[in-house]
């Protein structure tokens, strides 16, 4: 039952502030009960860590001839801790560095649907078997959809965001897809033993939750979702995604899908490359969060292919926690700035780093041109986050006494859950790995600050002149690739199909209401008579 306490404690807390909010507001006494709860909450997380892998069975239906109902069950192993850990240190950072914005978005409801989402997050992740994730994954979906829609901005993207979760709805169809195949393939199975010949199933209905596969981002265009709950709600169905795509099978590219391999790394080089450039020449950390998401995804999704799923914990845990250290760095102190080089820590890939172990997905079989890009792409995000990491700061006197204590206590526990993923987060963590990568990816990355300084470009972030060439093509081509990266003109095909079916059903109907329609319908009456009789049939 230990698995259900920080999950119950969240909730139980959530609820009260809703509570406490309706009754008589309090600042103070809210942020209390949000960080008590996520404190207490983490440090389960950590004694969790001691009984790895532990599970706990909810529901069970004893009818194995019908195993569409299969279980309800959550599952804490060394490929989920990780990601439990860095999500429940996201969001007691969150609560803690919004002690330093409550002038903006810090708000005792923002605080509440951090902590359900956190929870919801963690019984995602956690989650036993398939049935599980799929039960969780349409709550989360609901609950943020639902969060988005009340957004002030949300009147001017309704559009947008009823269509970006279309696709998590086409990536709980796949899971539920996936899952009868393995039912087919051994019947009930657990999340740690998928079978091979649902393995790619899976792996697509996680890359269409991540949007790397096939390449989607349809929240390039959103409603502003800020640092505090917007990351929250942002990051916890990404962890929730990459947590199955560590449960993997290493064998799940199988023979007759070996050929198509290259145009499935293809996909995902073009969109760590993509998305890396954008990260990299992104105004500020906040608009290239989606792109810091997708590029990360991808590297966790290609080392799946190349049969290494462990090593998408490495990019995985790069993707949240050095992601959050950037988010949530607001405001910017500029004698806090050196706060920010401790991410490295968690990108940069060297030896005994946490990054290390992702070297060998990006390997697979051997080095290829493939690797070279992804290093590339690899490159540039740390690039990117330097960029921001650079931007100047202000005066600490800008704060409250006390937000000056706990606000970088918030950003000083995701460095400390960065030591922690590199010492033992998982087994293998604490690694050398192909050292050489790494070693390459610091010289080039060294390379391109020397580059960047003799041509004189600076941060705040990077940019071009207007009359450059160069600018002038980006502002041609990339808002072409954008509008194919958010797949709007598949979303406006299946508007107009539905449309013209809509049409044709409208017709039918018109001509059956007619002064005709009764021999129209005594017609069809006969033919299908004759159909279930046979009576058409010599």
């Given at each position: 039952m230990i698995l259900l306490l920080p999950?119950?404690?969240?909730?139980?807390?959530?609820?009260?502030?809703?509570?406490?909010?309706?009754?008589?507001?309090?600042f103070g006494t809210s942020w209390l009960i949000a960080s008590g709860a996520a404190i207490i909450g983490w440090l389960t997380i950590f004694v969790l860590r001691l009984r790895l892998p532990t599970t706990i069975q909810i529901i069970s239906w004893s009818q194995p001839e019908i195993p569409l109902f299969g279980q309800i069950s959550l599952l804490l192993d060394y490929n989920a801790w990780p990601y439990a850990l860095a999500l429940i240190t996201i969001t007691l950072a969150v609560i803690l560095t919004d002690a330093a914005r409550t002038r903006y978005d810090s708000t005792p409801l923002s605080w509440a649907a951090s902590l359900m989402i956190t929870a919801l997050g963690l019984l995602a992740l956690q989650s036993g078997t398939?049935?599980?994730?799929?039960?969780?994954?349409?709550?989360?979906?609901?609950?943020?959809?639902?969060?988005l829609l009340r957004l002030e901005e949300a009147n001017r993207s309704y559009g947008r965001i009823v269509i970006a979760y279309g696709a998590r709805t086409a990536s709980i169809m796949m899971l539920f897809i996936a899952t009868l195949v393995g039912w087919r393939a051994s019947g009930q199975f657990d999340l740690t033993q998928i079978p091979q010949q649902a393995g790619f199933l899976f792996l697509l209905a996680a890359g269409l939750r991540l949007g790397v596969f096939p390449l989607n981002m349809p929240f390039l265009q959103e409603p502003n979702l800020r640092r505090g709950a917007g990351n929250i709600i942002r990051l916890a169905p990404v962890a929730s995604s990459l947590s199955l795509l560590?449960?993997?099978?290493?064998?799940?590219?199988?023979?007759?899908?070996q050929r198509w391999l290259p145009y499935f790394?293809?996909?995902?080089?073009?969109?760590?490359?993509?998305?890396?450039?954008?990260?990299?020449?992104?105004?500020?950390?906040?608009?290239?969060?989606?792109?810091w998401i997708v590029a990360w995804a991808a590297l966790a999704t290609t080392s799946v292919l190349n049969g290494v799923p462990s090593a998408s914990l490495a990019w995985g845990i790069a993707l949240l926690l050095p992601g959050s250290l950037a988010f949530l760095y607001s405001p910017r102190i500029q004698r806090m700035n050196f706060l920010m080089f401790f991410g490295l820590l968690g990108l940069i890939g060297l030896p005994f780093t946490p990054a290390a172990s992702g070297w060998m997905g990006l390997i697979g079989s051997g080095h290829t041109f493939w690797t070279f890009l992804f290093l590339i792409a690899h490159v540039m995000l740390i690039l990117g986050y330097l960029n921001h990491a650079l931007r100047p700061g202000g005066e600490v006197g800008a704060l409250e006494s006390w937000a000056r204590l706990v606000y970088p206590l918030g950003l000083i526990l995701i460095i400390q859950a960065i030591a922690t993923m590199g010492l033992i987060g998982w087994p293998g963590s604490l690694t050398a790995g192909a050292w050489w990568l790494g070693i390459i990816s610091l010289l080039l990355i060294i390379a391109a600050i020397l580059t960047a300084r003799r041509l004189?470009?600076?941060?705040?972030?990077?940019?071009?002149?207007?009359?450059?060439?160069?600018?002038?093509?980006l502002d041609v081509i990339l808002p072409?690739?954008?509008?194919?990266?958010?797949?709007?003109?598949?979303?406006?095909?299946?508007?107009?199909?539905?449309?013209?079916?809509?049409?044709?059903?409208?017709?039918?109907?018109?001509?059956?209401?007619?002064?005709?329609?009764?021999?129209?319908t005594l017609l069809l009456l006969v033919l299908l008579i004759s159909i279930l009789t046979g009576g058409g049939v010599n």
């Open positions: 999950i119950g404690i969240l909730l139980t807390a959530a609820l009260a502030i809703v509570i406490l909010d309706r009754i008589q507001p309090k398939s049935l599980t994730l799929m039960i969780t994954w349409v709550i989360v979906d609901i609950l943020e959809m639902a969060y560590a449960r993997l099978p290493a064998n799940l590219v199988t023979p007759s899908l790394l293809a996909m995902l080089a073009a969109a760590a490359l993509y998305a890396g450039f954008r990260w990299l020449t992104a105004t500020n950390e906040i608009a290239g969060r989606p792109f004189g470009i600076r941060p705040p972030y990077l940019h071009f002149p207007a009359s450059s060439l160069l600018t002038k093509v072409i690739i954008e509008q194919v990266l958010r797949l709007d003109w598949l979303y406006q095909l299946i508007w107009q199909a539905n449309h013209l079916i809509g049409l044709a059903l409208k017709s039918f109907s018109a001509i059956l209401e007619s002064d005709g329609g009764i021999l129209w």
